[in-house]
């Protein structure tokens, strides 16, 4: 029996040799937490880059937009800068011309508009008052009076323009500057006069210098800046 062997304890529980056996200590729980998170981390990290490549790599052209390398611009994927659009032929605006952009037609002028005023309102005189400020203008006035029954009290918006559908190539936007909310409509007349027909909501006309920097912005509109090339 070897000394180091305690006293009254032999058999199975005797010690050989001349130096006391290691007991190693017990794991700790807490690093087999750590291992088993940091592994499930590992494991995630590796399956988002993965979808990302894919993603990068697969491409995807359905509805996807993409920054423009300079500005807050978006543009579709595929879409091809200025220089490339040119050399494959495909048109691109370089702006909006203004209002008589639109038709490619010249704006006519107010003297070339011939304006009949009709008053739908329960306010007397407003026809005439309406129809002599206009005329000061450089309109032409045609007919003056009361709003045909088909209208009379029923405009609630300011002001209703009324004329053939060629009317909308410009005669439409020349007299709106002068009433700020008006309607337009078109009906089945052969002439190119326009109708006024003045509604509840009505006021006063556009102050005149006002409406003149509106005709002007109509005639030589400033072009929109054009987006930013996609890259």
Same mark, same amino acid.
């Given at each position: 029996m070897s000394m180091l062997t305690p006293p009254g304890m032999g058999g199975k529980y005797r010690i050989t040799g001349e130096r006391y056996p290691r007991m190693s200590r017990p794991r700790s729980r807490r690093r087999l937490v750590f291992a088993a998170f940091g592994s499930v981390l590992a494991l995630g990290l590796v399956g988002w880059g993965t979808l990302q490549l894919i993603d990068v790599f697969s491409g995807d052209d359905g509805g996807q937009t993409v920054r423009a390398a300079h500005g807050t611009d978006t543009c579709e994927r595929g879409d091809k800068r200025p220089d490339? !659009? +040119?050399? *494959?032929? &495909? +048109?691109?605006?370089?702006?909006? *011309?203004? /209002?008589?952009? &639109?038709?490619?037609?010249?704006?006519?002028?107010? *003297?070339?508009?011939?304006? %009949?005023?009709? !008053?739908?309102? #329960? &306010?007397?005189?407003?026809?005439?008052?309406?129809?002599? /400020? =206009?005329?000061?203008?450089?309109?032409?006035? $045609?007919?003056?009076? !009361? @709003?045909? @029954? /088909?209208?009379?009290?029923?405009?609630?918006?300011?002001?209703?323009? =009324?004329? @053939?559908? $060629?009317?909308?190539? $410009? @005669?439409? %936007?020349?007299?709106? #500057?002068?009433?700020?909310?008006?309607?337009?409509?078109?009906?089945?007349?052969?002439g190119k006069d326009i109708d006024l027909i003045i509604g509840s909501g009505f006021k006063d006309l556009v102050k005149q210098k006002d409406a003149d920097k509106a005709l002007a912005t109509l005639a030589k509109p400033s072009p929109t800046p054009s987006k930013t090339p996609c890259r």
């Amino acid at each position: 029996m070897s000394m180091l062997t305690p006293p009254g304890m032999g058999g199975k529980y005797r010690i050989t040799g001349e130096r006391y056996p290691r007991m190693s200590r017990p794991r700790s729980r807490r690093r087999l937490v750590f291992a088993a998170f940091g592994s499930v981390l590992a494991l995630g990290l590796v399956g988002w880059g993965t979808l990302q490549l894919i993603d990068v790599f697969s491409g995807d052209d359905g509805g996807q937009t993409v920054r423009a390398a300079h500005g807050t611009d978006t543009c579709e994927r595929g879409d091809k800068r200025p220089d490339e !659009n +040119a050399k *494959s032929g &495909r +048109a691109e605006d370089s702006g909006r *011309s203004g /209002e008589s952009g &639109r038709t490619g037609r010249k704006l006519p002028k107010p *003297s070339q508009i011939t304006v %009949n005023v009709y !008053n739908a309102t #329960t &306010r007397s005189g407003l026809a005439k008052d309406t129809a002599e /400020e =206009l005329e000061k203008r450089g309109f032409k006035i $045609g007919k003056v009076g !009361n @709003a045909p @029954a /088909e209208y009379d009290k029923k405009v609630k918006a300011p002001g209703m323009l =009324l004329g @053939a559908p $060629g009317a909308d190539d $410009g @005669a439409f %936007n020349v007299l709106g #500057t002068q009433l700020d909310g008006a309607r337009t409509k078109n009906d089945a007349r052969d002439g190119k006069d326009i109708d006024l027909i003045i509604g509840s909501g009505f006021k006063d006309l556009v102050k005149q210098k006002d409406a003149d920097k509106a005709l002007a912005t109509l005639a030589k509109p400033s072009p929109t800046p054009s987006k930013t090339p996609c890259r």
